[in-house]
């Protein structure tokens, strides 16, 4: 993709000024602010009135930048290796000299970091001598953002500046590994535990627990659209739409599909903007057909979950 370079700049300048700035990945759509500002990350919490036990991800150019902040083991560097840049958070030891924002890490000693794919980011963090803090641009408990239109709907001018890179081409949030002794992942997400466990060679739980927060998206309601939502509906209810993971032969206008013959990237990539879709077309609930709990269905799967303890 051509990148703006007249864009870049203007999001640059307001980052150094410690404003929050929208940015583009290849998951969704971030709110960045200066990972090393108390008062810059304070505005990325009131701005999606985000609880402040909830850490948010770092994002890095590259780990040689992340050096001074986080120590390594050969675990996280066989991973950054296969799959970064790209949809996978790890979780690390804090050095004691990091400049990292204590708000960030709820006052822990670990931080979450990941590396994004995006070339408009990219660029981005080349031409800053910080850090980005970067939790998705939604408010919180809501569907994450995969476009600019996302973030102008949820935050309006409330945001100084929207960096555009058209829509997010994973459209769910990076998968979150705590690296640090045996390996965990803690949020299900863009890279499937299966390839994780085979660039390892390592058998990887899954461990998410809602009452022990230790990194993002852990909390037991997140990635609501706004309306209640049924899983694994068969039948279909007066003002529902019916949410299925592929293309009916019959359709009716309540009918939304994630994918035309149900391929689950495909599925991953629409999940966000469908559900934003249906609360604007003003449905008062949602029936979701059963997802293939494989793969990424099983990311697709858990977001659904905890969007319908709405």
């Known amino acids: 993709m051509k990148i703006n370079l007249a864009n870049i700049k203007k999001a640059q300048k307001l980052l150094i000024k410690r404003e929050c700035v929208a940015i583009p990945t290849e998951t969704v759509y971030g709110l960045a602010a200066n990972a090393y500002s108390d008062i810059a990350c304070k505005k990325i919490y009131k701005l999606k009135k985000r609880p402040r036990n909830n850490p948010l991800i ?13 120590n390594f083991n050969n675990d996280f560097l066989k991973l950054y290796k296969k799959f970064c840049p790209g949809p996978i958070t790890f979780i690390l030891n804090l050095k004691k000299k990091s ?4 708000i960030i890490t709820n006052k822990k000693n670990t931080l979450a970091v990941r590396f994004p794919r995006h070339p408009v980011t990219r660029k981005l963090l080349k031409n800053i001598s910080f850090p980005l803090a970067a939790p998705s641009a939604n408010l919180s408990s809501k569907v994450s953002a ?47 535990i299966s390839v994780i466990e085979k660039t390892l ?107 319908s303890k709405f």
Not at 99 to 102: D, E, H, N, R
């Open 58 to 70: 770092v994002h890095y150019l590259n780990n040689q930048i992340l050096k001074k902040d986080c």
């Open 99 to 102: 400049k990292i924002s204590k």
């Open 146 to 192: 995969v476009s600019s239109a996302d973030v102008r709907d949820d935050f309006g001018k409330r945001v100084k500046y929207i960096l555009e890179g058209g829509k997010s081409s994973i459209g769910l949030e990076s998968t979150i590994i705590d690296i640090r002794n045996k390996p965990k992942v803690l949020r299900l997400g863009g890279l499937e």
């Open 201 to 307: 060679n390592k058998k990887i739980i899954f461990k998410n627990n809602p009452s022990k927060i230790s990194a993002p998206g852990q909390f037991k309601i997140h990635y609501s659209p706004g309306i209640p939502i049924r899983l694994n509906a068969k039948k279909i209810k007066k003002d529902e739409a019916y949410l299925s993971i592929k293309k009916l032969k019959k359709n009716k206008s309540n009918f939304y599909f994630l994918s035309k013959n149900g391929s689950l990237k495909e599925a991953a990539k629409n999940l966000y903007s469908t559900l934003r879709k249906i609360k604007k077309n003003k449905h008062k609930s949602i029936a979701v057909n059963k997802v293939p709990n494989i793969g990424l269905g099983k990311t697709i799967n858990d977001r659904l979950k905890r969007a």
